[in-house]
């Protein structure tokens, strides 16, 4: 595997479930961050790690839950969601905090 | 707070025209661009990027970009589009210090043959 790769890549789940994303980079960099992509809008930043310490929450709701056990991993752990949070997830990673951002293929989420 | 325009949401070429996609972008700081490219069910692919020196930068695919402080603008140009260009296009920007892209809502980019 090279570059970022994400899994899994489509997910359909209830509100009452409990899902996970898988992110993995496979180029050495030190930071990684989740995005989201809803229908019309930008892409949200939602969340950064840099060295596994989370550096930046971007006022995402608590049944979000990032969790980054080291600096190729990344998931995002998801629970109680709602139809809105349907979107694409993007995952990506740079050398450092400062440095270009190379992106994952997204996992397409979507909450019945 | 750094912003993005793309203020063309669609934009349709003939197969080898030129193509321009626009990009404008407010922040006080000296900007990191970036554009990028998003194929229908796939991730984001950096196309190029300007950090600092010559104003005009060449990506990948044969596409390039000039930065014009004085207009703010960061347009992405090629001068002959191929089908399997059609996409969809992001411009985005950050400071030196850190890492918050800002991106643009997107240009959806179709080809007729």
């Known amino acids: 595997e090279t570059g970022v790769t994400q899994t899994p890549r489509h997910l359909v789940m209830g509100m009452t479930n409990k899902k996970s994303l898988k992110c993995e980079q496979h180029l050495g960099h030190n930071a990684m961050y989740w995005y989201k992509q809803s229908a019309k809008k930008p892409l949200e930043l939602m969340f950064v790690y840099n060295f596994k310490e989370q550096t930046e929450n971007n006022s995402v709701p608590s049944r979000f839950s990032p969790e980054c056990p080291n600096s190729s991993h990344l998931f995002l752990h998801l629970h109680t969601l709602q139809p809105e949070d349907s979107a694409l997830y993007l995952c990506a990673s740079s050398q450092d905090y400062t440095d270009t951002q190379y992106f994952g293929p997204g996992t397409r989420l979507t909450v019945l | 707070a750094q912003s993005v325009t793309q203020p063309d949401i669609h934009i349709t070429v003939s197969e080898g025209a030129s193509l321009e996609l626009r990009c404008n972008y407010s922040?006080?700081?000296?900007?990191?661009l970036f554009w990028y490219v998003q194929s229908p069910g796939q991730g984001l692919q950096l196309l190029l990027k300007y950090f600092s020196g010559d104003t005009l930068v060449q990506g990948i695919k044969g596409f390039e970009a000039e930065f014009k402080r004085s207009q703010s603008s960061f347009n992405l140009r090629k001068p002959s589009v191929h089908w399997s260009d059609a996409a969809e296009y992001f411009c985005?920007?950050?400071?030196?210090?850190?890492?918050?892209?800002?991106f643009g809502t997107g240009t959806q980019l179709k080809v007729e043959l």
């Open positions: 985005a920007v950050t400071t030196g210090g850190g890492n918050k892209l800002t």
């Open positions: 922040y006080g700081a000296t900007p990191y």
